[in-house]
């Protein structure tokens, strides 16, 4: 290459270069429900270029995730507007849903200042804003719109919630809302009805998913005209990260929150210990952190629990602690002999492990130590405190190794030890619980569990094992209530090949999103309308081994937001080995790219080809 085509090379470079960073080179038109890419410098002859989101936004079926279930009509057309125009008014009797509301409203805002790419944000630093009250209605600023390039003026947030008061979300809670449009000049209503301050938080999820940025105008935009009935079909939607075998920090936790609010999951069951470490700091016994964490900085003090609930709270979310006991439970528990205590848990660290429990390092609480059972009530209380009341609380319970126990209490029926040891320990709940005993107490399920020592009225067993396991049949028989977590399609860490030296891996293969997709144990289990209420819902679990904060947003996403279509759509397949509807998969990207676009690192689902042309990767 001679020195003046070098040159032409490079100007050519930099001048195509210059168009990809906001993909100008594309424009697209719907053509039967999908959008269909064309060159726009020489496919088309200067009409307005659409970019790819305006299109996906306005053709085919309505692009929300979950998708709603009641009623949806759309109008596909949009209007452009600026987020400044935007404006909550709260119509409620209850104080606290609307303190609550406003919150979540100026996350809203917040979000879409970010898409607009009018301020960016870092889910880190959000706490801080959070604490403050604010109002958004004091901060009216002058519209950047002007009529002529804007179709909305004014755009008013109008939330009724009507019913109740209760800012605790229980298995009771009503989470419909309807969601409808007015327009009158410039001026849009987007209204907002729900029961509920979570109803109505689930509006306004939907609500952000009418919305995205056009680059081409550099403004928003919204469906035109929009009528949405919703509500979920399970009421128990969630999501389990384990943060003993590695340790998350609280960033990470919120941004994992920020991901379940959009996927309208509501429930965070927070693993916080197990017997790799012991990181939350307990005012009561803080040498559980001291001697269990793995270091001082990985640690949850009561202040991060509380951001994280808060935090969660804005979004419609609970959070359930669990520190899982009996077994599980090993480092963090071995200074009970140095305080007068006594052996508060056996087998710590003991090899070698297989014999003891069921991955290294073993541990198992002293289930003839009364300590034991009072650090537990202690610790109960102390979370209770943290996250507020609940209706649903985990003790764990799982994997119990009676080879441990049985080195100390040969003597002693051990299956019997293990039913003492979780009745003593719902006792010591309900003590640390003012005395009322949550409504349903979880526990995972083990061969233990079918013992029936438990009170089924009480217990929710939470069933992990194969979807074809006998255990699903049996529980459910048995009259308990179930939480599925199904091993085969809801478990997020398989196929990442062994950790140890030795061994398979615990749970290949990978479990891909269509796997959590296409998961209806329900309906394969052939529950009639009777039975198919003792479930509950059903949650994904990280089990974290194999990933720490680094690689946690490709781990759950966009995974997870098929579990909560599952759960809060549970859309009508015929059958199980169809292929997943083109419709789906055009849902599920868009969005998987809002997810990247607020700042959570989702995996691509397929070539970005494909993204660019639905339908075409068939
Ligand atoms: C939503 O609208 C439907 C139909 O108009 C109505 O029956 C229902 O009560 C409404 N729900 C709420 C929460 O306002
Ligand atoms: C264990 O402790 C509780 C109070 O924490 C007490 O009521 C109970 O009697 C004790 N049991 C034994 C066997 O010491
Ligand atoms: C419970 O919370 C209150 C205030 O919210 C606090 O004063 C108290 O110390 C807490 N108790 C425990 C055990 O953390
Ligand atoms: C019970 O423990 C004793 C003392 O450790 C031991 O001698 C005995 O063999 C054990 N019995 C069983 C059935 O394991």
Request: net charge negative; aromatic share 12%; with cysteine.
């Amino acid at each position: 290459m001679n020195l003046s085509a070098f040159l032409l090379f490079c100007l050519i470079k930099s001048s195509v270069s210059s168009l990809s960073p906001t993909e100008k080179t594309w424009t697209y038109k719907c053509e039967s429900d999908k959008c269909v890419r064309y060159h726009y410098l020489t496919e088309t002859n200067g009409e307005k270029r659409v970019p790819f989101m305006t299109c996906s936004m306005t053709c085919g079926d309505v692009n929300v995730w979950p998708h709603p279930t009641r009623r949806v009509g759309v109008l596909s057309s949009s209007l452009k507007f600026s987020v400044e125009s935007l404006q909550l008014k709260m119509s409620t009797s209850f104080h606290e849903v609307d303190r609550l509301y406003r919150k979540s409203f100026h996350v809203f805002l917040r979000e879409l200042k970010q898409i607009q790419k009018i301020e960016f944000f870092d889910h880190a630093k959000v706490a801080e804003n959070e604490r403050q009250s604010f109002n958004p209605e004091d901060k009216v600023k002058p519209s950047k719109c002007v009529k002529s390039h804007c179709d909305i003026i004014n755009f008013i947030v109008e939330v009724h919630v009507l019913k109740s008061g209760n800012v605790h979300i229980d298995l009771e809670t009503d989470e419909s809302y309807n969601l409808t449009s007015t327009l009158d000049n410039n001026n849009m209503v987007a209204k907002i009805t729900a029961n509920t301050f979570f109803g109505a938080r689930h509006g306004l999820s939907t609500l952000q998913q009418l919305i995205w940025y056009d680059e081409e105008d550099d403004l928003l935009r919204i469906l035109s005209r929009f009528v949405i009935n919703d509500a979920p079909k399970f009421k128990y939607r969630g999501l389990m990260l384990d943060t003993s075998r590695n340790y998350f920090s609280v960033d990470s936790i919120k941004r994992t929150l920020a991901g379940m609010s959009y996927a309208k999951l509501n429930r965070f069951h927070w693993h916080l210990t197990d017997s790799q470490s012991f990181p939350f700091v307990s005012k009561y016994y803080p040498e559980l952190a001291a001697y269990g964490a793995y270091s001082d900085r990985e640690t949850y003090t009561h202040e991060d629990v509380q951001e994280v609930v808060e935090y969660a709270k804005i979004r419609g979310i609970q959070v359930i602690p669990e520190i899982d006991a009996p077994a599980h439970a090993g480092n963090g528990w071995e200074w009970g002999p140095k305080k007068g205590l006594g052996d508060l848990s056996l087998c710590i660290n003991q090899q070698p492990w297989k014999f003891y429990c069921g991955e290294p390092p073993c541990g198992q609480l002293n289930p003839k130590n009364n300590n034991t059972y009072l650090i537990l009530q202690k610790l109960y209380e102390e979370l209770l405190n943290l996250t507020g009341p609940t209706d649903y609380f985990h003790l764990g319970g799982d994997e119990v190794n009676l080879e441990c126990w049985g080195q100390y209490f040969n003597e002693t029926d051990l299956r019997g030890l293990w039913c003492d040891f979780m009745l003593q320990v719902m006792n010591r709940l309900k003590i640390a619980n003012k005395n009322v005993m949550p409504k349903f107490v979880g526990v995972w399920s083990s061969g233990l569990t079918s013992t029936r020592c438990l009170p089924k009225s009480q217990v929710a067993v939470q069933v992990w094992g194969g979807s074809t396991w006998t255990e699903n049949y049996d529980l459910i028989e048995n009259g308990f209530n179930v939480i599925i977590s199904h091993v085969d399609a809801w478990y997020l860490d398989c196929g990442f090949g062994s950790w140890r030296q030795t061994g398979d891996a615990a749970c290949s293969p990978y479990r891909t999103w269509q796997n959590v997709y296409k998961h209806k144990p329900w309906e394969k289990m052939r529950l009639d309308g009777m039975r198919k209420k003792q479930v509950l819902g059903g949650e994904v679990c990280l089990w974290t081994e194999q990933v720490d904060e680094n690689g946690l947003d490709n781990r759950l996403w966009p995974r997870t937001a098929a579990l909560g279509e599952r759960l809060w759509t549970d859309p009508d397949d015929d059958n199980s080995l169809d292929p997943i509807p083109r419709e789906v998969f055009i849902r599920m990207s868009v969005f998987r790219n809002r997810l990247v676009e607020l700042g959570l690192k989702a995996e691509p689902m397929f070539p970005k080809y494909c993204q660019q042309n639905p339908g075409e990767c068939e």
